[in-house]
């Protein structure tokens, strides 16, 4: 009975104790689960596969909207809570109102702490508080970029976007159809601000993700903002590489993205040398014109992330909210003059500090 699934973290607590006695071993996983979808269904099978008793923490409607912003979550907790109890694979849930699991796994000490495969802040303090009694942490990688984000702009674009989707032969996401809702973008420059720097990049065995930097995208694409690349890769006008090896980075890029649920909706770059003076080299505006077009992009309601004063300048001129990240050239480049609106660690953080500006400008209820 689903009833009988669900309990207060208390109660869970005591009956870890039990069955830490009895020889079970104990599992623990948590999330919002907001409109429950295959890509939940098939990791909570994954996790009870882990262990013998799976326990499930369900955010309240108080800690979703602490981290996903407005708008969410969609169905209220008491909702959640016996849907998640409905699947087989969950034998007991709990509500809980933090963001963190500390007190979680603090309260039922799990033999396994079990995390889709994606690295943030919190994950160290939650392998620290796991490993004080001599748990563990499992990651279960997230194979299908399926996410209730994108089933809410479907319904909302009235089926159209999704299935409207192909791949690129870049391997980026393409929209062939422009999308009927008018949406905010996130504008990240490739190089030095998603992937560490490195001269000429042309290999994707060299490419590396920085520290944060697909848990700050995840959490911008839940926000409700699309996913916009621009790069200027004057690499291949001079002819130290080809578009095939630009395009086979980004293969790489959006296979490790794609790992934790992170769908780029498009990849725009610049293959020009500085000296051809085109239109498209950033802070050019070409690029982001064409984005705004194909796209249907609200640029007042943008903003742009990067490590370079030539991000910054071509956000400006936008008109949208730029963001200085402390990664790559951190904009000590010299190139162009003029503070950014705000400076970040790394993309989780540039994140955060949006949602913080969103949550001002919310109408206060
Ligand atoms: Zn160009």
């Given amino acids: 009975m689903i009833e009988d699934k669900i309990k207060t973290r208390d109660e869970l607590g005591t009956l870890c104790e039990h069955l830490r006695a009895s020889g079970k071993k104990i599992g623990f996983t948590s999330g919002a689960f907001d409109i429950v979808h295959a890509g939940h ?20 409607d108080r800690s979703v909207q602490s981290y996903k912003g407005p708008g969410r979550p969609v169905v209220p907790d008491a909702h959640r809570v016996r849907v998640v109890a409905a699947l087989e694979s969950v034998d007991y849930v709990f509500l809980f109102d933090e ?3 500390r007190e979680n796994i603090g309260t039922l000490r799990p033999h396994y702490y079990i995390k889709a495969g994606d690295y943030s802040h919190e994950d160290l303090t939650s392998r620290s508080t796991a490993e004080e009694y001599g748990g563990e942490v499992r990651l279960i990688p997230v194979t299908q970029s399926i996410s209730t ?4 702009e479907k319904i909302r674009d009235g089926g159209d976007e999704t299935s409207s989707r192909v791949l690129d032969e870049d391997g980026a996401t393409h929209i062939t159809q422009r999308p009927a809702r008018k949406a ?6 490739r190089d030095g601000t998603i992937n560490e720097e490195v001269l000429y990049l042309h290999e994707p065995e060299k490419f590396r993700l920085l520290p944060n930097a697909a848990a700050g995208i995840r959490m911008f694409q839940d926000m409700g903002y699309r996913i916009v690349i621009v790069s200027n890769q004057p ?4 002819g130290y590489f080809g578009k095939e090896d630009f395009y086979a980075v980004n293969r790489e890029m959006l296979r490790q993205l794609s790992d934790v649920g992170v769908l780029v909706d498009k990849i725009y770059f610049c293959p020009h040398s ?12 070409a690029l982001i014109r064409r984005a705004e077009k194909d796209l249907n992009i609200d640029l007042t309601r943008s903003v742009f992330v990067g490590d370079k004063t030539s991000d910054m300048e071509t956000g400006r001129r936008a ?27 790394d993309l989780l953080d540039a994140a955060s500090q949006v949602l913080a500006w969103e949550r001002d400008k919310a109408p206060r209820v």
């Fill in 41 to 60: 269904a098939d990791y909570l099978e994954k996790a009870k596969g882990i262990c013998d008793v799976l326990i499930v923490g369900v955010n309240s």
């Fill in 99 to 101: 963001r963190r699991n």
């Fill in 149 to 152: 984000t994108r089933i809410i």
């Fill in 184 to 189: 905010p973008a996130v504008f990240f420059d």
């Fill in 235 to 238: 690499g291949i006008g001079m």
């Fill in 274 to 285: 500085k000296s051809e003076q085109c239109d498209c080299r950033k802070p050019g505006q």
């Fill in 319 to 345: 008109g949208m909210k730029i963001i200085l990240v402390n990664t790559g050239f951190r904009g000590e480049d010299g190139e162009f003059q003029g503070e950014p609106d705000a400076r970040a660690e």
